[in-house]
């Protein structure tokens, strides 16, 4: 059975170009890029080439993109020099709906000496900006906002954000790993400090990461060692990830529009018909302020995990809200900082696409979930009592 | 991805017995929708008492629903004397075997089965017996204690895997090791080591712990807490930040701060705030 995967905001697919620019670099070209023979010299050449085409797709400079293993090191990296190169300041802003590589630090610094403040949202994932501003102050050293949420698809106002921040001349460090290459991101326009971004969300491998410093940031290294990545990142260089990065970045940026439309229109497609077909199911997230390829729909009186099971019985690769499939048992964090109510929250349901979609799984999926919502609540004890509305 | 068996997936995908029955003999409903799951389960009896027809309503996860599933297949043709010997252990073998994190459905069926006898046997609806531990999800310390004995759980993981208590805020873990532990110290009585302590070690002490373990806990809720003397076992301190202002300020600091410091330094320890 071939999979129809719309679970893009968890993992994607190597594009075949990536692997195929990869591929000699783990064969005939396997030198060091740090040495001095030309051996070495030609794959430090294709690493600059790689650091260009990062910098290209987020209208940054190649000397501020430094390549790390993941998004999650990117973030740590990033708040962890923040707080070195400001080691007066204790407080640290957030939002409520991070992904736990950001919330779970904050968290942790938390219990370590600083105060961390928490922005909520609102029902629709928008963030509370007043909140979020009426909370700066002098002992702030970092703000940390993610661009665009993982689960909603919600993307924040960064370049509003960016500049309130700056003005009070704290450093802001935005999240992207959801939203470089899906929508335009331009590090000239937005005056973020820092900016995380990760390979395997836009076809290049998992493994490999990059964070934009802006060049001016105070940084000081995560991984102490040699003198790699201009001395920001010890450790000899993950070669063939970084250039499958690299491709990755330029294709994303061609693919940018196309992004924006036909694959907007399938998202689109897929929740109108889903939620007129479905009774009583509702879309979590601003619809007008949201990454092209996501949606997270809510289906009330159903399990999150029942539904991605018998989806699975398909082939439909999504994922879920919901407490069960995560060994938790509360609903994601995020839901419950939009305050999704609970019948929602548990069978909410988060699809999400790349450009490699077509129509026709589109199709596949409208046609396949309707019947497996109908029986699950059939199955319910909640359903009847609340069907008739 | 959770490692389901064949027999939980057949139990899932084609569950046995979905519906309701008119005139059940018993009928139980366990758990809610904030819960994430919930089963109702009705059964039928015949003349000699013996179950003739069970059935089922399930929301919930995949092994919620074969649990539902497996359990109204167990029961069918039992007695209810007989019914009332199955265990959450008796569910989850049948089907195998669950995954750890998902042992509370097995618990889920095991409970909705003794409100269904209970309702037959004409047993009026137990009041909540013992007292709230979990208040996320509403677990008593009698049903703590139940799962820890029965099932001879020794982590506050593992109770959470039984009974979810302890799976939300996280508030209640320090009673659930509470009762954890004096379930196994029944096994073993052992009586706790009594260290006479001289007053510089008992203030030292008191210290250390308003630092490492009563200060994080209070920031978190951006309170905190000043020691202001220690007059023989008499500690006096005083609330700062929102627990100064905070109307449960008196119940932190006998319930959490006096607890805690009895636990950790010495337990004839009384703490009395300070007034301006």
Not at chain 1, 241 to 254: F, P, Q, R, W, Y
């Amino acid at each position: 059975m071939k999979p129809v995967y719309v679970d893009n905001n968890a993992t994607t697919r190597v594009a075949p170009e990536v692997l195929e620019e990869m591929l000699p670099y783990f064969t005939e070209l396997y030198g060091n890029p740090s040495s001095m023979h030309s051996f070495g010299g030609n794959v430090a050449r294709k690493i600059k080439e790689a650091r260009e085409r990062v910098a290209a797709m987020i209208g940054a400079t190649p000397g501020e993109i430094l390549f790390t293993s993941c998004g999650t090191e990117s973030d740590s990296t990033a708040i962890r020099a923040a707080l070195i190169s400001n080691p007066d300041k204790k407080h640290i802003i957030t939002s409520r709906v991070e992904h736990p590589a950001i919330k779970n630090l904050f968290e942790n610094l938390a219990k370590n000496g600083y105060r961390a403040t928490f922005v909520p949202v609102d029902s629709k994932g928008m963030l509370d900006l007043d909140y979020l501003y009426g909370h700066l102050d002098d002992d702030t050293a970092i703000v940390s906002i993610m661009w665009a949420n993982n689960e909603s698809g919600v993307i924040f106002p960064v370049e509003e954000i960016a500049q309130a921040v700056n003005a009070k001349g704290i450093v802001f460090h935005t999240d992207a790993v959801q939203a470089a290459g899906k929508v335009p991101v331009d590090m000239r326009k937005v005056k973020a400090d820092m900016l995380s971004l990760s390979g395997h969300k836009i076809h290049a491998p998992k493994g490999i990461g990059a964070l934009y410093i802006r060049k001016g940031t105070k940084f000081s290294p995560f991984l102490i060692g040699g003198h790699q990545e201009s001395g920001r990142r010890g450790g000899t260089e993950n070669v063939a990830s970084i250039i499958g990065l690299g491709k990755a970045s330029e294709m994303a940026l061609s693919h940018l529009d196309e992004m924006g439309t036909r694959i907007k229109n399938l998202r689109d497609k897929l929740e109108d018909v889903l939620t007129k077909t479905v009774p009583n199911t509702m879309v979590n997230g601003e619809k007008d302020q949201r990454l092209p390829n996501t949606s997270s729909i809510g289906f009330e009186f159903v399990e999150g995990e029942a539904i991605l099971l018998m989806m699975d019985e398909f082939g439909i690769c999504a994922s879920s809200g919901s407490a069960c499939t995560s060994g938790s048992l509360e609903p994601s964090h995020v839901l419950r900082a939009m305050g999704v109510p609970f019948t929602a929250a548990h069978g909410s349901i988060r699809f999400s696409l790349s450009t490699y979609n077509t129509e026709e799984e589109i199709d596949f999926i409208i046609e396949k979930v309707p019947p497996i919502i109908k029986r699950l609540r059939e199955l319910s004890p909640f359903w009847k009592n609340n069907s008739c509305k | 991805m959770w490692e389901y068996t064949a027999k939980v997936k057949d139990h899932f995908l084609n569950p046995r017995n979905v519906g309701v029955i008119d005139n059940p003999d018993g009928v139980g409903e366990v758990g809610s929708l904030a819960c994430g799951d919930a089963l109702k389960l009705y059964f039928k009896l015949d003349d000699n008492g013996k179950i003739t027809d069970a059935k089922f309503q399930t929301f919930g996860c995949a092994s919620a629903i074969a649990s539902s599933s497996a359990l109204t297949e167990m029961i069918k043709g039992l007695t209810l004397d007989e019914v009332a010997k199955i265990t959450n252990e008796d569910i989850a073998s049948y089907l195998g075997e669950l995954p750890k994190e998902k042992m509370h459905c097995s618990v889920m069926g095991r409970d909705a089965l003794e409100k269904a006898i209970a309702y037959y046997r004409g047993e009026k609806e137990k009041k909540i017996e013992g007292e709230i531990v979990c208040e996320c999800f509403g677990v008593t310390d009698i049903e703590i204690r139940r799962a820890v004995t029965e099932n001879n759980l020794s982590t506050i993981e593992d109770v959470t895997d039984y009974v979810k208590a302890g799976g939300g805020c996280g508030k209640c873990h320090e009673k659930i090791q509470e009762i954890i532990d004096s379930v196994h110290s029944k096994d073993k009585p052992a009586k706790k080591k009594i260290i006479k302590l001289t007053n510089i070690q008992k203030i030292k002490l008191i210290e250390e712990t308003l630092e490492r373990e009563i200060k994080p806990a209070l920031k978190k809720d951006g309170g905190n807490i000043e020691l202001i003397d220690v007059d023989g076992n008499r500690i006096l301190v005083k609330m700062r930040g929102t627990c100064a202002t905070c109307s449960k300020s008196q119940i932190t600091l006998k319930h959490y701060v006096e607890s805690k410091l009895r636990e950790l330094v010495a337990p004839e320890l009384v703490v009395e705030e300070v007034q301006q």
